[in-house]
C-alpha cells in the first residue's frame, strides 16, 4: 500500500513535469524565444555593459536636466498614490464584508476595483494618451487608475483582517456606522494601509518609467531618449539615478514600516 | 444628610480625575512617524500637482474629453486591422511570454532562495544575494529588457531575457522567506540524524513551504501578463501589447483599443479567479 502511495506521487510529479515541458515547448515557439540565443545573450550583454553602459564625466553635465525629470517622476507617483489611496479607503470601506452597508453594493465596489486593477497602466496609459497627450496628466491618471484597483484590493483585505472581532464589539453597543469606522476600523488598519501605500509608491515608480516610455514625459522619456540616440553613457546615468532614487525610497519606507507596525 | 456627605466625598475625587483625563492614544514613536508620513505624502501630494507641467491643458476639457473617449472606447469596440483569430493568436504569444519568464524565473529562483534563507546558509553569502536582489528590483523591467536588447537586438529573445531578471529578483525574496519561516529546529533534526543538505531541501525544507511557492509563483505569473503586455507595447516583444501600442500611437483607434483591452481584461481575470481557486485547493489539502 505505501509503495502504491510512492508510486502515484512519483507518477504525478513526471505528469506535472511532462506538461510543464509541454507548455515550455509550445511557449517557445508561438513567442519566437530563441534558446540559444537567450543564453548567449546573457555574457554578450554583460561584456557591452562593461565597455559602454557607464556614466562619464560628459554625461554629469545633464545630471540636473535628469535630476529634474526624477524629480516630476517622483512627484506624479506620490500624488497618484495618496490620491488614489483615498479613494480605495472609500471603496474598501464599502466593499469589505465586515463594514459594507449591504451585500449589493458591497459587490459593485469590489467589481470596480476589479476591472481597473485587472487593466494594467502600460493600457491605461496607452487609453490615456488620446485626450491628455503628452502631458504629465497622462502618466498621472494611468497611475491613479492602476493604483486604485490594487489598493481597493489590499484595503479590502486589511480591513477584513483587521476589524471583524471589534465591529462586532462596538455594534453590539450601539455605537453608529461612522464612530465604528473612524473609532475603530481606521486607527487599528492605518499602519497596514500605510505600508501598502509606501509599497505603491515603490511600484509606481517603476511603472512611471514605463509609462513615460510610451508617453513621452518624465524620466522613461528621457532614457528613451539618450539610449534611441546611442548616448549609452548618459542613459546609463539615467538608470543610476533611478536605481539610487528607488533604493532611497525603500530604505526610507522600511524605516516606516518597522517602527509603525 | 450624613449619605449625602459621604457621596459628595466620594465624587470629588472622580471629578478630579476627569478634570484630567488621560488620553486614549499615547503620542508615543509610532504614533508620531504615522502622522509624520502622513503629512509628508499629502504635502508632497499638493507640492506635486502645484508643479505639474500641464502644457496649457485645459483641464475640464480633457476631462470631458476623457469621458467621451472613455464611452467610445468601451461601448463601441471593434476590430479593424486584423481579426479574432489573430488578436486570439496575439494574446497567446503574451502569455506564452509570461510563462516562459515565469518558469525561467522560477527555476533560478529555488536555487539562490536557499541560498539567501539565513537558515540554510551562511550569513555572509545571505547578504550578497540578498543586496544583488534589491539591486536586481530598483531598476524598472523595461530597462532591463531595453538593455539586453542592445545584445540580443529587439525582440521576444531579449524581452524574456531582460523580463526573467526582473521575475528572479522578485521570486528570490519571497521564495527565501517562506524558507526562513521553517522551524529551526526541524533543521537541526535532520542533521543530528545525518541528512546532508540536499536531503534537508528536498525533504524538509521545499515540502514545508510548496504551497507558499505555489502561490507567489502564480502570483508572479500574472504579474508577468501584465508585465508582457506592457514590454510588447514598449520593447518590440510582440504580443497583444504591440497590437495595442500600434493602434494607439499610429492608427489612433479608439474602437480597437477597447477591443484589446477588453481582451486583456477577460485574461487577467480568468488568471485571478484560476488563482484563487489554485490558493482555496491549497489551503484545504
Redesign the interface.
Known amino acids: 500500500m505505501q509503495a502504491d502511495i510512492f508510486a502515484k506521487k512519483k507518477r504525478n510529479t513526471l505528469a506535472f513535469l511532462l506538461l ?1 515541458g509541454a ?2 515547448i ?3 515557439i ?5 534558446v540559444l ?2 543564453f548567449t ?2 555574457p ?2 554583460i ?3 562593461m565597455a559602454n ?1 557607464y556614466p562619464t564625466a560628459e554625461s554629469l553635465e545633464k545630471l540636473p536636466v535628469i535630476l529634474d525629470k526624477l524629480q ?1 517622476t517622483l ?2 507617483s ?2 497618484a ?3 488614489a489611496a483615498v479613494f480605495a479607503l472609500l471603496f474598501s470601506i464599502f466593499g469589505s464584508n465586515t463594514t459594507r452597508v449591504n451585500a449589493f453594493f458591497g459587490a459593485i465596489t469590489r467589481g470596480i476595483a ?2 481597473f486593477r ?6 491605461w496609459a ?12 497622462t502618466g ?2 494611468a497611475l491613479f487608475f492602476g493604483s486604485f484597483g490594487f489598493l481597493t484590493r489590499a484595503f479590502t483585505e486589511t480591513i477584513d483582517e483587521v476589524s471583524g472581532g471589534s465591529v462586532e464589539a462596538l455594534k453590539a453597543t450601539g455605537a453608529g456606522y461612522f464612530s465604528i469606522i473612524f473609532q475603530s476600523v481606521i ?1 487599528s488598519s ?2 497596514q494601509l ?1 505600508s501598502w ?2 509599497f505603491m509608491i515603490e511600484t509606481n515608480i ?2 512611471a ?2 509609462i513615460g ?2 508617453t513621452g ?1 518624465g524620466i ?1 522619456f528621457t ?1 528613451n531618449l539618450y ?1 534611441k540616440s546611442l548616448a ?1 553613457d548618459t542613459a546609463s546615468l539615467v ?1 543610476v539615478v ?2 539610487a532614487a ?2 532611497l525610497i ?1 530604505y526610507a519606507s522600511n524605516y ?1 514600516r518597522k ?2 507596525l | 444628610m450624613e449619605v449625602k456627605e459621604q457621596l459628595s466625598n466620594v465624587t470629588a475625587p472622580s471629578v478630579h480625575l476627569l478634570g484630567k483625563r488621560i488620553p486614549a ?1 499615547p503620542l508615543n ?2 504614533a508620531i ?2 502622522r509624520l ?2 503629512f509628508i ?2 504635502a ?2 499638493v ?3 502645484y ?5 496649457e ?1 485645459d ?1 475640464m476639457d ?2 470631458l ?2 469621458f467621451a ?2 464611452k467610445t ?1 468601451f461601448l463601441e469596440p471593434h476590430l479593424k486591422h486584423f481579426s479574432f483569430g489573430h488578436a486570439l ?1 496575439q494574446v ?2 503574451t ?3 509570461a ?2 519568464t515565469t ?1 525561467f524565473g522560477a527555476i533560478i529562483a529555488v536555487l539562490f532562495g536557499l541560498m539567501a534563507a539565513e537558515n540554510l546558509s551562511s550569513r555572509r553569502v545571505s547578504i550578497v544575494i540578498k543586496s544583488m536582489v ?2 536586481i528590483r ?6 532591463w529588457v ?3 536588447a ?3 537586438g529587439l ?4 524581452a ?2 531582460g523580463m526573467t531578471f526582473h521575475s528572479i529578483g522578485y521570486l528570490i525574496k519571497a521564495y527565501s522567506e517562506s524558507f526562513e519561516e521553517l522551524d529551526r529546529g526541524v533543521i537541526e533534526a535532520l542533521q543530528a540524524s545525518g541528512a546532508n543538505w540536499w536531503q534537508i531541501v528536498f525533504q524538509a525544507v521545499i515540502p514545508s513551504s510548496i504551497t507558499y511557492m505555489i502561490s507567489w509563483t502564480f502570483l508572479r505569473f500574472e504579474i508577468n501578463f ?1 508585465v508582457a ?2 514590454m510588447g ?2 520593447a518590440g516583444a ?2 497583444i ?1 504591440f497590437d ?2 500600434m ?3 499610429f492608427y ?1 483607434d ?1 474602437r480597437e ?1 477597447g477591443a484589446i ?1 477588453y481582451f ?2 477577460a485574461v ?2 480568468i488568471l ?1 479567479i484560476f488563482a484563487a481557486k489554485i490558493k482555496r485547493k491549497l489551503k484545504t489539502v
Do not use: C, H
Request: aromatic share 12%; no cysteine.
Open positions: 510543464l507548455l515550455t509550445l511557449a517557445m508561438i513567442t519566437e524565444y530563441n540565443k537567450g545573450s546573457i554578450k550583454a561584456q557591452w555593459g553602459f516630476e512627484l506624479v506620490i500624488a498614490t495618496t490620491a476589479t476591472v485587472n487593466i494594467d497602466v502600460a493600457a496607452l487609453i490615456l494618451l488620446f485626450s491628455f497627450g503628452q502631458s504629465a496628466l498621472y491618471f486607527p492605518i499602519p500605510i501605500i509606501l517603476r511603472s518609467t514605463l516610455l510610451l514625459s522613461g532614457f539610449y549609452y538608470v533611478i536605481i528607488i533604493l525603500e516606516v517602527v509603525i | 492614544k514613536k509610532a512617524v504615522t508620513t502622513l505624502l499629502a508632497l501630494t507640492y506635486a500637482f508643479s505639474f507641467d500641464y502644457k491643458l483641464f480633457a476631462l474629453g476623457t473617449n472613455l472606447i493568436y497567446m504569444v502569455l506564452g511570454l510563462f516562459l518558469l534589491a539591486f530598483a531598476v524598472p523591467t523595461v530597462l531595453l538593455i539586453f542592445v545584445a540580443a525582440g521576444s529573445t531579449a524574456v531575457i501584465a503586455v506592457a507595447a514598449a510582440g504580443g501589447g495595442m501600442f493602434a494607439s500611437s489612433l479608439m483599443i483591452t486583456i481584461l487577467a481575470v485571478e
